[in-house]
């Protein structure tokens, strides 16, 4: 079946300008995740989402990134004002639930801010 | 707070040689261990995972990990290495409960494993 799917694949942006990041999760997957993958942190949790509840955003680094999930299936990832440390590859995953379910990720969006 | 450590940053090991990886990790409690493997401008693939039951745990594509709790040790092994095996091994931990923030995976910084043909 379809796995997960991120868009775009690739985003070049100038630092200061915002971006939105999109994350297709597995169909029936209840729980999506964000994390980033740069060189110097290696992956990084940024937030979960899971059914209806409060998203837990423990990880985002700073109040220029946010994230919603509509309707319980597609999620976006906001940075506002970028940032060149922003540049990373950000990475969605899905799960069937939360218990001691794997997670399933995307091909990733590589962002680079110039 | 839980981490995991890969010791090696690289691994090599010549075609139809035994392969292991090493992670060992630190967690309050009982943990979920699980290995992914990333393939260059790919996302990461799920290879197996420990929750609970049998120590030795087998995977995709033939790879299996041993847990070893006394060691906080949960090494990807595999018994014969293919030239495909090739690619970046990332091993990670959980909390084994529920509440806040206990639900993402803290990643080790991955291995790079070459098989040389």
């Known amino acids: 079946g379809a796995g997960v799917s991120q868009s775009p694949s690739n985003k070049v942006t100038e630092k200061g300008k915002d971006v939105e990041l999109r994350c297709d999760p597995i169909s029936g997957h209840t729980a999506l995740y964000w994390y980033r993958q740069s060189l110097g942190q290696g992956l990084e949790f940024l937030i979960y989402?899971?059914?209806?509840?409060?998203?837990?955003k423990s990880g985002l680094p700073s109040d220029r990134f946010s994230a919603e999930r509509t309707g319980g299936s597609v999620s976006t990832l906001t940075i506002q004002r970028t940032q060149q440390e922003d540049s990373a590859v950000y990475l969605c995953?899905?799960?069937?639930?939360?218990?001691?379910?794997?997670?399933?990720f995307g091909p990733g969006t590589r962002l680079t801010v110039t | 707070a839980q981490s995991v450590a890969q010791p090696e940053d690289q691994v090599n090991v010549a075609e139809g040689n035994p392969l292991t990886v090493k992670c060992t990790y630190s967690v309050s409690g009982n943990p979920y261990l699980f290995w992914y493997v990333q393939y260059p401008n790919r996302g990461l693939q799920f290879l197996l995972k420990?929750?609970?039951?049998?120590?030795l745990v087998k995977g995709s594509y033939g790879f299996e990990a041993e847990f070893n709790k006394s060691q906080t040790s949960f090494h990807l092994k595999k018994p014969s290495a293919l030239v495909s095996d090739s690619a970046l091994y990332f091993c990670a931990v959980r909390f084994a409960y529920s509440g806040a923030g206990s639900y993402q995976l803290t990643f080790g910084k991955g291995t790079k494993l070459s098989v040389i043909p």
């Open positions: 995953a899905s799960s069937l639930g939360v218990a001691g379910y794997e997670q399933y």
């Open positions: 989402f899971q059914g209806n509840s409060a998203p837990d």
């Open positions: 420990y929750i609970t039951g049998d120590n």
